[in-house]
């Protein structure tokens, strides 16, 4: 029998998209379809997904939670779960549109929730801490339910298929965001399976990724020590973790994170000014089992900007655009060029050169 | 002559249309099982003594000696070997504890030859340490469990003490005493020279090897020889040394006869003493007093020097490892009952202790359940025995290895399992001068340097191919092995798939 997504760890090769507007522009959900569609080669038609920023302004202080169910028993179960944990202001279907390319979609719900005062002081945790547990708990305990967002004013959509056909699916034209990246999956195996497309996330962090990375087993080992899970034994559900636990456990910036996962080599880091050595030295010894070897190129979106980071080979491509107040990210250029035909500037990252923008003031009295 | 109820274990074949009778094997046999028949004008051999260490085989000019196996058999029986009878008529004569040394030879399983090593293809590309960089350095000590920040937002990065090394491998503790002065030399300037660390095991630190003070991992043991304040300063770690692999639960016994001037000094003992060393540390009996010894040795080092605490690995290894992860201790050492010894009593250590690589998987597994694998490194030796083994051990969860018996045979040990005869005729476990006088430092350092250089490149080609290039990601990183012939009950404890799988 073949095993599902979880049960077994499945490679796989992508395609990665991205964009963020520094002003906060609103943009529509399209663009991000068309680009992630020219890497249509890219994919196997066995998972898209994207994720938007900012397209929930009218809750935006809510967390939005998505929802796969595969029964109605799953929902009711998880339903009174939230309900015990959480003030739900509001819950829906998530609109889609019968597509002839997606086939079996589970039930798809989501839900805009709050921690409850009293459950949330009771537990002596943060809010963050207590949202994440819930979601981890709900994916771990709830048989047939699978939350695959939970941030703020963002959203993850993702399904098994090509991802432009995802992005009609789910129909994203109807979305505005300052922020969207996007996936294309080629899994070498065949899990089927919705929760197991990408993007990954938790809170605002989403991972979108190519690459297979050979150090996946010492960092899941590594970041399980910290209450998290890897149900799917995805590379992406690992470094969004690890992502997690280092921005916001630990509170290190994402240029520090940079240079724990994709680190500096050591005879570079050696012929560094004392100050920076020093630094580098110890994160790389502190967290020396979050180094992440292998090919991988990666786009974090998160609450406010977007990082784009390669392996420190640069055994994956990508590269980056500027236009105006846009940046873009992509494997290929051909992903951006068809959104933004005359960039202002074009290349590509150095392995393990991360390339963080954020929104700028007026994006962020805007979005934030 | 009394009656011999055993027999030979070797017979010495001499071609004698080789031989020519220059009589080298005799002048080189500790054991004098070759001597000169000037009736016959012809070298003879009494078998009975000979230890296949095959000295005389390595220096014959004409290559006219074999030791082989005796065809000389009791009668067969399945449950009463040869040995054991063996065996049973040395205790009726002597009375004794019966002596071995070196390692369990016994047949156990190996595990770490049922372990498979993965490889990439298509998905993701293997590297080339020839052409891209690979790194195997590593810290051993403790790390924190929480980012500090300075004032200025800058990350404090004051961390407890740590070592450095150039790669994964170490040199196990062995004692001067145990083994020769020259045989140290060796250790501590191939250490010095590969930017690792050997172990001065509990038998103190010869005045002449302080200058190698920053390779060195000086050992307080038992018996507290040749222990005090500069000897403490000059290492790069203390170990406490609870347990050795080889002979868990015991003591250690270095005979009278291999105390000499420079072992006396060395272990501030008197010449001649036999120096034993008690089977506990007589003031720790519990997990609160090691934390005491522990702290104790961080005070009187001014918090300088990262500890080890080595153990045997023993049936609730993992548990012991947790106390000591929450001891302050900065590095756990665990060794395995296939760890070497310069003399052990044979039943203990043919029978009491388990296999590293069970150990290994359940104490990694342990303290990562506990949130604690953060808080130690974990060293493992008892018997690693090539490159390979380094890398299983690696992605089973260890920081670094340490290497013991492989190190001795660089040094010319055949593993012929007499150290405790003190008669080594390699010059490696003795303390006769005209035995010692045969390792020559010079070359024995520079084969060890060899020897590890050889094991790192390997460690490098075997992490490119996984597609790593560098070893702090293959540590705990079991997807990247696979058992082959080993039960489910094995392959939970190892936490690794079949091969198939």
Known sequence: MLLKEGQTRIPSGCAISGFISR????????????????????????????????????????????????????????????????????????????????????????????????KLEASQIDEKEFVAKSVIKINNTIDGSYVFSSGKNMGVFKAVGYPEDVGEFYRLEEYEGYCWTAHGRYPTNTPGWWGGAHPFSLLDYTIVHNGEISSYDANRRFIEMFEYKCNLLTDTEVITYIFDYLNRKQKLSLEDIASIIAAPFWSEIDKMPSDKKEKLRYLRNVFSSLLITGPFSIILGYDGGIMALNDRLKLRSMVVAEKDDMTYIASEECAIRAICPDVDKIWSPRGGEPVIVTLNEKGKAKCL | ????????????????????????????????????????????????????????????????????????????????????????????????????????????????????????????????????????????????????????????????????????????????????????????????????????????????????????????????????????????????????????????????????????????????????????????YSIEDLRQLVFSLKEATNYEKPIIVKIAAVHNVAAIASGIARSGADIIAIDGYRGGTGAAPTRIRDNVGIPIELALASVDQRLRDEGIRNNVSVVVAGSIRSAADCVKAIALGADAVYIGTAALLALGCHLCRSCHSGKCNWGIATQRPDLVKRLNPEIGYKRLVNLVKAWNHEIMEMMGGMGINSVEALRGNRLMLRGIGLNEKELSILGISHAGE
Request: glycine share 8%.
């Open chain 2, 1 to 284: 002559m009394p009656i011999n109820y055993f027999s030979q274990e070797f017979d010495v074949v001499r071609d004698p249309n080789r031989c020519i009778k220059c009589r080298a094997c005799e002048r080189q046999c500790a054991n004098e099982v070759h001597f000169y028949d000037p009736e016959t004008d012809s070298m003879r051999a009494d078998s009975l003594t000979c230890v296949d260490c095959q000295r005389c085989v390595s220096i014959c000019p004409t290559r006219a000696l074999k030791i082989v196996k005796t065809d000389n058999t009791f009668r067969e029986n399945h449950n009463w070997s040869q040995q054991i009878m063996t065996e049973v008529y040395r205790q009726a004569e002597s009375g004794g504890v019966l002596l071995s040394s070196m390692g369990n030879p016994k047949d156990y399983p190996v595990y770490w030859d049922k372990i498979l090593i993965n490889a990439s293809q298509v998905t993701n590309p293997s590297i080339d340490p020839l052409r891209e960089p690979m790194e195997t350095k590593v810290f051993l000590g403790q790390k924190p469990e929480e980012i500090k920040f300075n004032v200025d937002g800058s990350i404090n990065t004051k961390i407890t003490p740590q070592v450095e090394l150039n790669m994964p491998i170490m040199f196990s503790a062995m004692s001067y005493g145990s083994i020769s002065k020259n045989a140290h030399e060796s250790l501590a300037r191939a250490a010095t020279e590969l930017g690792t660390c050997y172990n001065t095991g509990e038998g103190g630190l010869h005045k002449d090897f302080y200058q190698y003070g920053a390779n060195t991992i000086v050992q307080v043991a038992s018996g507290r020889f040749g222990i005090f304040k500069d000897y403490l300063e000059a290492g790069a770690a203390i170990e406490i040394k609870m347990g050795q692999g080889a002979k868990p639960g015991i003591g250690g016994h270095l005979p009278g006869i291999k105390i000499r001037e420079d072992v006396s000094k060395t272990r501030m003992i008197p010449m001649g003493t036999d120096a034993i060393s008690p089977a506990p540390h007589h003031d720790i």
């Open chain 1, 23 to 118: 002003d906060g522009k609103s943009l529509n959900g399209h663009d991000i379809v068309k680009s992630i569609s020219y890497m249509h080669d890219r994919s196997n038609g066995l998972g898209g997904g994207f994720a938007g920023y900012g397209i929930y302004p009218e809750y935006k202080d809510l967390y939005a939670f998505h929802v796969f169910y595969d029964s109605n028993t799953a929902r009711e179960e998880t339903e009174r779960f939230l309900d015990k944990h959480f003030d739900v202001v509001n819950l829906s279907r998530i609109p889609t549109r019968k597509h002839p390319n997606i086939k079996n979609e589970p039930l798809i719900w989501r839900y805009f929730v709050t921690p409850l005062k009293t």
